[in-house]
């Protein structure tokens, strides 16, 4: 038997305040797919993202992420469907007035993590993974763009979750450390069958790093087995 | 890049720091204004004491005489302190005030003598002096009874009006006080709503987001009110030294009340504005941020 998708939308209309953004959208994402999410800006990529992390309620048509029903999430139960998801922004969004442990630690305290030796374990064990073992005692804005990027999908990983979603993260960054991020990203897929969806509207990452594309456009979610660069 | 640091970390401190500071001043003008309305009563009782009755006697009485009835003046509930002036004493201190003696120029004293007295403050007012000076004037040996009538009117009138003044003013100062706390708060959580929503795209419950600003808030709104008290009990010190009549010691209680009060205050309005201002964030979305 097939296991189940780990997010799910069918029929699902998005709106942003009352306008109509994306219609009767209909996607499902395996375990350790990789899937990119890629349009024009102002087509409803960040909505698409933002429903499926709570930020934007789920109104019309049904819809499952890490087994969370999101017609049913409430502000009392959004924060556990938050801790079974990794979600990456493209403007990093760390707290800013903490070092890289500190923003680490946050998130292990506020998902309910107690055990400090098992906390520490778990902050060096992400930050081996991304790369930056060594810079847990820097600030937010003494890391460069990719390091502070890196952090950001530290942090994602740290309840690992089943499914990561990335808004845009490579949109502040070079191409050079562009091309880094996007190794990692895809390395965390392979290895721990973490699912990634990633909206971005970076066709040079798509080209060097091809995966299944879901394309918005007009109003609706195109599912492409691959993506035209015409 | 430490230094920067050091220097980032310093920048993003002022809006605490003027947030404690703004909510002490407002506290510390409520705690004045608090101070004027307890200190209102003790200087309306100064006043009160201070109008002199005079009991003017009639000439070639008997000095026992007029002492019975000091005697007897110094025993009746209304009287605060009295004193026997004969018609010597009167002339002396006539002399010493307007510095010419009307014994030369008449040949004769034409001063009475007269027994003054300071009444409680309770009883200055225009029918209760009315009917100690009926009572006065039973005696033989009053010839009248003299007080300022327009005085005594015009400070019950005065510390009537100035007492809905006060209170006026302090309710209106109360209201200021929690608007200007509240609006100082909410600045100062403005610059933290990003931060707020993104431990809470982290899965932070809003529970555990809040709790530590709203422990902050109490620490803040505590410091406040102990910097506003310790500018008041300045101000008491200072008055008290200069002014002798304004005695805190005798609304003790008041005053300690008061400081609780503000101290109250301080940390509710804290608070509140804290808790309102990141639940307010937190029910937001992303892009509402911006």
């Known amino acids: 038997m097939a296991e189940s998708p780990i997010a799910e939308l069918r029929n699902v209309n998005i709106y942003q305040s009352n306008a109509l953004i994306l219609g009767n959208v209909n996607l499902a994402v395996s375990k350790g797919e990789f899937v990119y999410l890629v349009g024009k800006t102002g087509t409803g990529k960040s909505s698409l993202l933002r429903t499926l992390y709570g930020d934007l309620p789920l109104r019309e048509g049904e819809g499952r992420v890490v087994g969370f029903d999101l017609s049913q999430i409430t502000w009392k139960t959004v924060p556990y469907l938050r801790r079974n998801l990794g979600v990456v922004f493209q403007d990093f969004q760390l707290l800013t007035d903490r070092n890289v442990h500190e923003n680490l630690g946050f998130v292990l305290r506020s998902t309910g993590w107690k055990d400090k030796e098992r906390m520490e374990e778990k902050i060096n064990d992400v930050l081996d993974k991304v790369g930056l073992k060594t810079k847990g005692f820097k600030m937010p804005f003494e890391l460069s763009g990719g390091e502070q990027q890196r952090v950001d999908i530290a942090r994602a990983m740290l309840n690992s979750p089943k499914l990561i979603l990335a808004d845009e993260p490579t949109g502040n960054l070079d191409p050079e450390t562009s091309d880094d991020i996007m190794q990692l990203l895809f390395q965390i897929a392979r290895d721990y069958g973490t699912s990634v969806i990633m909206a971005t509207h970076d066709y040079i990452v798509l080209q060097k790093f091809p995966s299944r594309v879901l394309r918005t456009e007009q109003g609706k979610v195109v599912d492409n087995a691959t993506v035209s660069f015409a | 890049m430490t230094q920067t640091g050091r220097l980032s970390a310093k920048r993003s401190k002022p809006s605490y720091v003027m947030a404690v500071i703004g909510v002490a001043l407002v506290l510390f003008l409520l705690g004045l204004a608090g101070l004027l309305v307890i200190q209102a009563n003790n200087l309306k009782i100064h006043f009160k004491e201070?109008?002199?009755?005079?009991?003017?006697?009639?000439?070639?009485?008997?000095?026992?005489?007029?002492?019975?009835?000091?005697?007897?003046?110094?025993?009746?509930?209304?009287?605060?302190?009295?004193?026997?002036?004969?018609?010597?004493?009167?002339?002396?201190?006539?002399?010493?005030?307007?510095?010419?003696?009307?014994?030369?120029?008449?040949?004769?004293?034409?001063?009475?003598?007269?027994?003054?007295?300071?009444?409680?403050?309770?009883?200055?007012?225009?029918?209760?002096?009315?009917?100690?000076?009926?009572?006065?004037?039973?005696?033989?040996?009053?010839?009248?009874?003299?007080?300022?009538?327009?005085?005594?009117?015009?400070?019950?009138?005065?510390?009537?009006?100035?007492?809905?003044?006060?209170?006026?003013?302090?309710?209106?100062l109360a209201l200021v006080v929690i608007i200007l706390i509240d609006n100082t708060i909410r600045l100062a959580m403005f610059s933290n709503r990003f931060l707020i929503k993104t431990m809470q795209m982290v899965g932070a419950t809003r529970w555990f987001i809040a709790k530590p600003f709203d422990l902050r808030s109490i620490w803040n709104g505590l410091i406040s009110a102990l910097v506003a008290i310790a500018g008041l009990l300045g101000v008491i010190y200072a008055v008290e030294k200069n002014m002798p009549e304004f005695n805190s010691n005798q609304n003790l209680v008041m005053t300690i009340l008061l400081l609780l009060c503000m101290i109250l205050i301080g940390i509710c309005i804290s608070l509140l504005s804290t808790h309102r201002s990141v639940m307010k964030y937190l029910r937001l979305q992303l892009d509402e941020l911006y």
């Open chain 2, 50 to 172: 201070s109008i002199e009755i005079q009991v003017i006697l009639r000439d070639n009485i008997r000095s026992q005489d007029a002492q019975a009835l000091e005697d007897t003046i110094s025993h009746l509930p209304f009287t605060k302190s009295v004193s026997y002036v004969t018609k010597d004493q009167a002339l002396q201190n006539y002399k010493k005030d307007f510095g010419d003696d009307p014994d030369t120029l008449l040949q004769y004293n034409p001063l009475y003598a007269s027994i003054n007295f300071f009444a409680k403050a309770d009883y200055v007012n225009a029918d209760s002096l009315k009917n100690i000076e009926n009572y006065l004037t039973q005696h033989d040996i009053v010839r009248e009874v003299y007080y300022r009538k327009d005085l005594v009117n015009t400070l019950n009138g005065n510390v009537k009006r100035v007492s809905v003044i006060i209170l006026a003013l302090s309710v209106l």
